[in-house]
């Protein structure tokens, strides 16, 4: 979501501790999202239509993990945007926003307490909810002609209960446009994916999962730009307080430590 070289990803050793690992977090939120929804986009054109196949079971399974770090991302990051201070409109309107991810996660926190009342729930999807995404072949999109055509696929695991719903499809047209693709470089040949969207427990609580990533991204863009400037001049006006120098606090804090052991079996030896 960041580049290697932004702000946040090379954070000074003068902020405090707190300040630090709630940085640490957020941009961990982010990375997390970013991967998993690149995942998801791999795999979606990967498989095509076959996804459904009982031989990609397993393939389902890991579109479900990455769709529930996704939530879990999310909620963490509302709480970590709340603890660094970021108030930019941009952030209240994401806190306010991904409510649903909260309520994503402590509904699948609580779901052992909840047995009975799940199991009688009218329109709910199956236990870990359903994924649906739209799915647009080469022969489907020409640029001069634009999208003519695609396919929806919605995907779920685990069992469907009576009462319970495959879940709201998703729209290719929502919004009035095929927008998940608007940022793609035009290429032939290219099969196209998006409009990601998970629903679990109820269908209030629909998490559109390309706009959780475009928002994110958009937070984690602005905070970067006020860090970048608020914090030198912070630790600036504490070195001068502090007759502490600059150079020593701006320094960029040790990160993304990793080690490499070679060890060797041999004859054991005893010493007393």
């Not at 990609?56 to 770090?69: E, G, L």
């Not at 963490?76 to 209240?92: E, S, T």
């Not at 998940?180 to 629903?199: A, C, I, N, S």
Request: one cysteine or more.
């Amino acid at each position: 979501m960041l580049a290697a070289d932004a702000f946040l990803r090379r954070l000074p050793k003068g902020l405090q501790p707190t300040q630090l690992l709630a940085f640490e977090g957020l941009l961990y939120c982010g990375d997390a999202v970013d991967a998993s929804y690149s995942a998801m986009r791999g795999l979606a054109p990967a498989h095509g239509d076959a996804i459904r196949n009982p031989e990609n079971r397993v393939s389902r399974i890991h579109m479900f993990v990455h769709a529930w770090t996704i939530v879990d991302s999310l909620h963490i990051a509302r709480d970590l945007v709340k603890a660094v201070g970021f108030n930019a409109k941009i952030a209240k309107s994401f806190i306010e926003k991904y409510e649903v991810a909260t309520n994503l996660r402590n509904k699948m926190d609580h779901v052992s307490d909840n047995l009975k009342n799940l199991a009688e729930k009218k329109g709910a999807p199956p236990l870990q909810g359903a994924i649906s995404y739209t799915y647009i072949l080469p022969e489907d999109w020409t640029v001069e002609s634009g999208i003519t055509g695609g396919r929806v696929i919605g995907i779920s695991v685990g069992h469907i209960r009576g009462k319970s719903t495959v879940s709201v499809l998703s729209n290719p047209l929502d919004g009035g446009n095929f927008g998940p693709w608007d940022h793609e470089e035009p290429k032939f040949g290219r099969t196209l994916v998006g409009g990601f969207q998970l629903m679990a427990f109820a269908e209030s609580l629909l998490l559109k999962i390309d706009e959780a990533v475009n928002d994110l991204t958009g937070v984690l863009t602005e905070l970067n730009m006020a860090a970048s400037q608020q914090i030198p001049a912070q630790l600036e006006k504490y070195a001068e307080e502090n007759g502490l120098a600059i150079e020593d606090l701006m320094a960029t804090a040790p990160a993304d430590l990793n080690t490499y052991v070679v060890f060797k079996t041999g004859e054991s030896r005893q010493e007393t």
